[in-house]
């Protein structure tokens, strides 16, 4: 009984494959830390802007080392850049209620809660002015704005014009300076301290009668 459970030494064992190690580099970076390095950019360009953050602020401000955000980004531009790309492409649903007029006041809701964000307040107008002194961050905001609420607006004009509440083939690059610039202006240009009552009730209002005007 006892030869038969021996193991024949001449006879074929099964080879044993050898236990993968995990991949280095991106493969194994840990998307909690990701997170927090990217939330403590947003804080750190809000506190102190572009031009004066540091890769060295950004990790104490997220409570990991250096190395961990070299990792992921080789330089401020890079890593400002593609939280800006990561912007664009998450986007704004479409609203569709039907109503054009509807549909403006749901967008201008979503919109002014947004840019007026304590963090985005400060770090739209800050990149924007860098925008002007690197053509890197002025290529990135134009395709984040052009994915981000340009696409909704255009969105919203389709519906109309499909539903027969706007010109079919009117300008759609005036119409989506029509819809987004008076908000923009208000909130981004001159920084109103706070929106009047029933403000983009009203401006929703007087866009879709210049929309129909178009």
Known sequence: MLAR??????EPQPRLRPRRRAPAGAAVLREDVTQAIRAAVFEELA??????????GIARRAGV?????????RSKLHLV??????????GLPVPDTGCLEEDLRLLYEVSARALRHPLASQIIPDLQAE??????????????????Q??????IVTAAAARGDLRPGLDQDLALDLISGPLYWRSVVIRAPELPKDYLASLARATTAALRAL
């Open 5 to 10: 459970m021996t193991t024949n030494a001449d």
């Open 65 to 73: 080392g250096k190395t961990a955000v070299y990792r992921r980004w």
């Open 47 to 56: 506190a102190v802007g572009y031009a004066r953050m540091s890769i060295e």
């Open 131 to 148: 925008a002007a002194r690197n053509p890197d961050i002025a290529q990135a905001l134009q395709k984040a704005l052009r994915e981000g």
């Open 81 to 90: 850049l593609d939280l800006v790309s990561a912007l664009a492409v998450q």
């Open 150 to 155: 340009d696409s909704v607006a255009r969105g």
